[in-house]
């Protein structure tokens, strides 16, 4: 059996317990994201009749029901675990999908995606307290990443100390092959700035 995605076995017998009362001879769970590789990534699951199969998903077949995964959204689901945590309420499922927003990569993956990966994974959480966020825009010839800071980064009195402290330090530690750090944000616009 291929398993695409972990599927915890209290998560398949909510999910089956769920497609029962659905009373659809041979209904399915289908698995997808919205908007993969994005910030705006979402992990979805949908009830799948036999007639909405998509030719091109993935099955997984599983003891008590028959997952369909969405074959473009493979990538971002590596890692991904569907739960369900009982509680006196009933209980709630839970999709992690850690990925979801940028899929995985490793050292032979292109340079603007380990870069994007750092971003997303790494230094935007940490930003995100502070309600910014960092981008990026390209890559020089002389292998110089340039930054794009929004949110509460863009005019924030900090940002230079982020971006060389923060941000630059831990791109250099990761990826070597990087020559340095700029950023293209202008920080005269301080409207959203968290530290004015």
Known sequence: MTQYIEITPSAEE????????????????????????????????????????????????????????????????????????KDRMGGQ????????????????????QRINYLLYTEINPGLASHGGEVSLVEITEDLVAILKFGGGCQGCSAV???????????????????SGVRDETDHTVTENAYFK
Do not use: H, W
């Open 160 to 178: 230079e100390m982020t971006l060389k402290d923060g941000v630059e330090a831990s791109l250099l530690a990761k990826i070597p092959e990087l």
């Open 14 to 85: 909510y999910l089956a317990e769920l497609l029962e009362k659905q009373n659809v001879e041979g209904m399915a769970v289908r698995i997808f994201i919205t908007q993969p590789g994005t910030k705006y990534a979402e992990t979805c699951l949908a009830y799948c009749r036999p007639e909405e199969i998509n030719p091109n998903d993935l099955l997984q077949s599983m003891e008590k029901l028959l997952v369909y995964v969405d074959a473009l959204s493979t990538p971002y689901l590596e890692e991904a675990i569907i739960d369900f945590a």
């Open 93 to 112: 499922l839970t999709i992690k999908a850690p990925n979801a927003k940028m899929p995985k990569v490793n050292a032979d993956s292109p340079l603007d």
